[in-house]
């Protein structure tokens, strides 16, 4: 077993020890907000069709699965693969389009829209796995669905490497 | 290599003269040769997502716990399309061109289920859906002679492959719809996002032929549906986050939707009683009962491992049964013989763990099976 399979394997177990609202593992996911040439506004009717915000993350550390932007994540993290919570490692390139999750910020109390995308062009980083589903729904919904690996929408960089969660607005108005 | 031979050479021309008898009567030289697969009633395959990069499908023997072979399934790899009828599986991949980069390929292999060597490709078009697997993401039409793969591009469209001319025939459209149920030879379901289900059915050159719409089978916005259902025979079993089971019966020609029935008694539902995983739904097709992983979670835990499993009788619509696992599971399958085996999988543990299916004992943990296990497909015994 590689180094990185094992760091893999032993994140997952941290995070299933750690809560048991939060599934394990997963990944790859996200939906059309991404670039900013995307309207928000469709974006944001969609996420609170979703569901109620939810997710309030007790830890401000964006290398923390616990993380509050990280409420509908699934992958793993960028601020452990050489990224930060918003922004792709060097050597990737954020997908196109991606999927949108509500989380509460605890900090102002108020329910942040987060666009998932996915860094691709490089393999899975295998660090910081963290995995979890409020608001998440099946493939029937993709724009809500973190089981979809989105760097589909890049040029020949189906590769998924790690996950950013970025705030693209507020989900109350 | 060369050096490591030469000196083996050496060693067997020093060898010789101190045991002449047993090296020069006795030694007979092994031929390179392939192990023939062994048969067995508890045969799985546990399918590796190996952290989402390439991925493989292992077969293990559940009585003996040994490993018996791999196949390699492409990148972000699905579950293998397992066929009756003829000695062949399929499975829809995943290629580029530079391992992680360049050109991406989408094909449909053929493996001879004998020597599980690939027999052979038909190229679909590059779009199928990657992500965590189900086993709707891809399906074989119940003749076998059509297969089905799920395109998200992110337009919505299903590529139909005919196996038996060995051709793609072409793509059909299903917007707002996704995944693949077979309803039959020609006809398939796919769940919608506004919560119908949407019916296809084939002609026989694997073209459009009719589409119906059933409107308001679930409500998505209310309580969804897990794409990750069951059939039991003619029928599928959806079942919704909340955990209520929804029959779909195709046996007639028109599609019947029956009424839905909860996995928990209303206190249980009160206590949080979910179903959720990976895999979290098996069936034992000649017993009629339907097992399910279950957890205590809430809005957001439909994906979560549970470490019990809820027996189901399924024509009296009633549990029978509650087994305790030894281990998390986020995956489980039953083999379809008369003493059948539960496997149970981890996707944050690599052990495949194996039940007697109808005591719920625990009896054996294969280690290292996988480095992310995900989907379980058991297989028959081959018939003599």
């Known amino acids: ?173 | 290599m060369a050096s490591r031979i030469a000196v083996s050479v050496l060693s067997l021309a020093f060898l010789a003269p101190v045991a002449p008898h047993a090296m020069a009567a006795d030694f007979v030289a092994e031929a390179a040769k392939t192990a023939p697969l062994p048969d067995g009633p508890h045969r799985v395959w546990l399918h590796d997502l190996a952290t989402v990069n390439y991925s493989k499908a292992t077969l293990f023997d559940g009585d003996t716990g040994k490993l018996l072979a791999e196949v390699d399934t492409g990148y972000q790899g699905q579950e293998l399309e397992l066929a009756a009828k003829t000695p062949r599986f399929f499975s829809a991949e995943t290629y580029l061109s530079r391992g992680f980069r360049g050109t991406r390929t989408d094909v449909v292999t053929i493996f001879d289920a004998r020597t599980l060597l690939p027999t052979g490709e038909i190229e679909i078009p590059a779009k199928r859906l990657l992500g965590m697997p189900t086993s709707a993401y891809a399906s074989l039409l119940d003749d076998e002679r059509f297969l089905l793969a799920y395109n998200f591009s992110p337009a919505s469209t299903v590529s139909v492959v005919d196996l038996e001319r060995a051709v793609f025939v072409g793509e059909i459209e299903i917007a707002g719809c996704a995944l693949i149920y077979p309803l039959g030879p020609r006809r398939f379901a796919s769940l919608c996002g506004d919560g119908s289900l949407l019916e296809v059915t084939l002609d026989e050159d694997g073209r459009e032929k009719a589409r119906k719409a059933h409107a308001k089978v679930f409500d998505p916005g209310v309580d969804p549906l897990m794409e990750k259902a069951v059939r039991a025979g003619s029928q599928w079993l959806f079942v919704s986050f909340a955990g209520d089971v929804y029959p779909v019966e195709a046996a007639g020609a028109e599609l019947a939707f029956g009424a839905k029935w909860p996995l928990a008694s209303a206190d249980e539902r009160a206590a949080k009683w979910l179903p959720g995983g990976l895999q979290p739904f098996a069936l034992h097709a000649a017993s009629g009962r339907l097992y399910t992983v279950m957890h205590q979670g809430g809005p957001g835990s439909h994906k979560d491992p549970g470490r019990v499993v809820w027996v189901y009788d399924l024509a009296a619509k009633k549990r029978v049964q509650k087994l305790s696992l030894a281990e998390l599971a986020t995956s489980i399958a039953v083999s379809q013989d008369a003493a059948p085996l539960l496997y149970s999988a981890f996707l944050g543990a690599p052990a495949l763990v194996v039940y007697d299916a109808r005591a719920g004992s625990r009896l054996r943990a294969i280690e290292n099976a996988a480095v992310w296990p995900a989907l379980l497909q058991p297989i028959a015994a081959v018939a003599k």
């Not at chain 1, 550390?61 to 992958?75: L, Q, T, V």
């Open chain 1, 1 to 173: 077993m590689s180094r990185f399979d094992a760091l893999t394997q032993a994140a997952a177990r941290r995070v299933a020890s750690r809560t048991s609202r939060r599934s394990l593992l997963g990944w790859l996911g996200r939906l059309l907000v991404g670039g900013a040439a995307l309207p928000l506004l469709p974006v944001a009717r969609i996420a609170s069709a979703a569901g109620t915000p939810s997710g309030v993350g007790k830890i401000e550390d964006p290398e923390s699965c616990d993380y509050w932007r990280y409420c509908a994540i699934d992958g793993f993290l960028c601020s452990c693969c050489g990224g930060s919570a918003s922004s792709c490692p060097p050597g990737t390139t954020p997908s196109p389009m991606t999927w949108v999750g509500t989380c509460q910020n605890p900090a102002d109390g108020k329910a942040y829209i987060v666009s998932y995308n996915d860094c691709c062009g490089q393999q899975a980083c295998g660090r910081c796995m963290c995995n979890r589903n409020e608001g998440d729904r099946p493939p029937y919904l993709p724009w809500v669905s973190n089981d979809i690996n989105w760097c589909l929408g890049s040029d020949n960089k189906i590769a998924y490497h790690c996950s950013t969660a970025l705030l693209v607005g507020l989900a109350d108005k």
